[in-house]
């Protein structure tokens, strides 16, 4: 197997090599390569001919760029490329475009999104974009039931689980996001204002269970396949056509569906801590009423779906709603989970780094605050609404 690392200058002949990779592109014209993967995972490269038709062609590393030590299997891209497939199969409005996946070299290519631009990116510069939220919700909502046991049969969803499977990755997140930030790990690291901040976080006994059950169920369920990864960072809009696009799913597995929408809460508490110690309470107030579009636009899209359910017998609608209800409790949790990994665990975001120091441990106190109430809060009332306005009650006051 040919595992090359591609560069700039060699990606036009490996295009001319590989047309199925190509897309809306013509390989006997590239006119430009740009090198634009910034994560700690992947070479990423925009690609465009003389006309302007562009395509992205995305290649797997050995290992964390930041960290050579760090091995990582390069089969995940093989990964990505079944989710993103899965998920462009039900909801192809709300993901980029897959061209294609060469095995050998563990690259795919995908629609070219320069069109549009990061949702965190936009969110640190006060742009607010709120229609994302909404939309992301009805993709979770499509293709967390398309992918469940109502949307796909027995066998096929289980040929179609071990697919999917992601091991690697997954224990990345079973490590990243519900232990290292409790307990002491290199991985792990914060300001000496917010020592206080941690010592809590980790002394709150009922919120740890409830990480650790959240953990459990992370680690047990294939309710739906998941994005995996799905924060403001994997996520471009655009704003005259109020386009939104999930990207980056190469943590993609079968999980617990919640999880995806509570990546997208958590983001959005941390981009609303910002706001708030920047001086702009109304952007924190509008950011943070975002997780109740976000459940209600996925509810209303599983509901719409529920009719299609491949078994009715005993699947009726109390079963629906139970399902709605516990997956409104995971997400709180995921939210909460998620909110932690970024501020005390390893991938910290930019929203609070880029910070001046006391506005940071400011934010990071009242985000802590947030995921603690939330994680706890939820096994009395998992409302959305109720938990949205106690995240208000923290972060604004």
Do not use: C
């Not at 990061?118 to 009805?138: C, D, F, I, K």
């Not at 998620?338 to 910290?348: I, N």
């Amino acid at each position: 197997m040919s595992t090359e690392q591609l560069t700039v200058d060699t990606v036009p002949e490996y295009l001319r090599q590989h047309r199925e990779l190509t897309g809306p592109v013509d390989p006997e014209s590239i006119a430009s390569v740009t090198e634009v993967g910034d994560g700690n995972l992947n070479l990423v490269f925009i690609v465009r001919d003389a006309s302007g038709a562009g395509v992205v062609v995305k290649q797997s590393l050995p290992h964390v760029r930041v960290d050579p030590s760090w091995p990582l299997t390069r089969a995940r891209t093989k990964r990505e490329a079944v989710v993103l497939a899965a998920h462009e199969a039900v909801d192809p409005s709300h993901v980029p475009a897959l061209y294609g996946f060469d095995e050998a070299s563990v690259a795919l290519s995908i629609e070219d999104l320069s069109d549009h631009a990061v949702w965190r990116s936009e969110l640190n510069a006060g742009r607010m974009h709120p229609y994302a939220a909404a939309q992301l919700g009805t993709y979770v909502g499509a293709v967390s039931f398309a992918t469940s046991v109502f949307g796909t049969g027995g066998p096929e969803r289980r040929r179609l689980v071990a697919e999917a499977a992601n091991p690697e990755l997954s224990e990345i997140t079973e490590d990243l996001v519900f232990t290292e930030p409790y307990v002491d790990h290199e991985h792990n690291g914060w300001l000496a204002a917010n020592d206080i901040d941690v010592q809590e976080l980790r002394a709150d006994r009922a919120f740890v269970r409830e990480i650790g059950l959240a953990k459990l169920r992370f680690q047990e369920s294939t309710q739906s396949l998941l994005h995996g990864d799905l924060h403001t960072g994997s996520v471009f809009v655009r704003a005259e056509d109020e386009s939104v696009r999930a990207f980056d799913s190469e943590f993609g597995t079968y999980g617990p569906t919640g999880f995806d929408l509570g990546a997208v809460w958590a983001n959005l508490i941390l981009a609303a801590a910002r706001a708030k110690v920047l001086g702009r309470s109304g952007d924190a107030a509008t950011l943070l009423e975002l997780p109740v579009e976000l459940v209600a636009a996925f509810e209303a899209e599983f509901v719409r779906r529920w009719p299609e359910r491949v078994d009715p017998r005993v699947y009726g609608d109390d079963v629906r709603e139970y399902v709605l209800e516990s997956i409104r409790s995971d997400a709180a949790i995921y939210a909460a989970a998620k909110t932690v990994r970024r501020l005390v665990g390893f991938s910290k975001v930019a929203d609070i780094e880029t910070l001046p120091e006391p506005e940071r441990a400011e934010a990071v106190r009242l985000a802590l605050r947030s995921a603690r109430a939330i994680g706890v809060a939820r096994l009395t009332d998992a409302s959305t609404r109720a938990l949205s306005d106690l995240t208000k009650s923290v972060i604004i006051g």
